[in-house]
């Protein structure tokens, strides 16, 4: 059976962006014989969570209704076998929107359970998260959205292994970012 790969593509610059570029690489060297489902973000209507969401939600929740329509991103989640996340690094981390993407994913019961002591414990089926991602400068230690992706994956959705393709400094000399970023990715590829 192929393995399906559940792609969540925050590249809002869409083809110009170089993170969208190390995405296709990366797909094109790991995932070519995959099942492939790719959500574009930046296409969604998704908006953060308000107070007549939570309610929503957590009605439905409480009344185990898992099957409705508004679980549909977290069921897709939940069920695929790897999840790949393609975000660039803005400001500190990554744009807003892929945040609120993973506030409709999170659900109690579907992607996740809680203990009576408080304990929660991963739904996902997923074995792995790959995270990629570009940057302008160059990051002084490790990058937070990687941080804030590894974390969800294993503190919150049962995820253990999260990969990481990330490629910094591609602005530091405009006149060299593309052939720079080419390189990059060919030597992440290999």
Known sequence: MEKKVLVIDCCIRKEKSATAKLLASYLEKHCAQCTIEKLKLYEMDLRPMLLEDLEKRDSLL???RYDDPYFTLARQFRDADMVVFAAPFWDMSFPSLLKVYVEHICASG???SSSAEGGL?????AEKFVYISTCGGYQKGENEGARYIRALGKNL???KETEEFIIDGLD???TQRESRLQAEIRRLMA
């Open 62 to 64: 409480l009344a185990s």
């Open 110 to 112: 579907i992607t996740f």
């Open 121 to 125: 414990q991963g739904l996902c089926r």
């Open 157 to 159: 959705l049962g995820v």
């Open 172 to 174: 530091v000399d405009p």
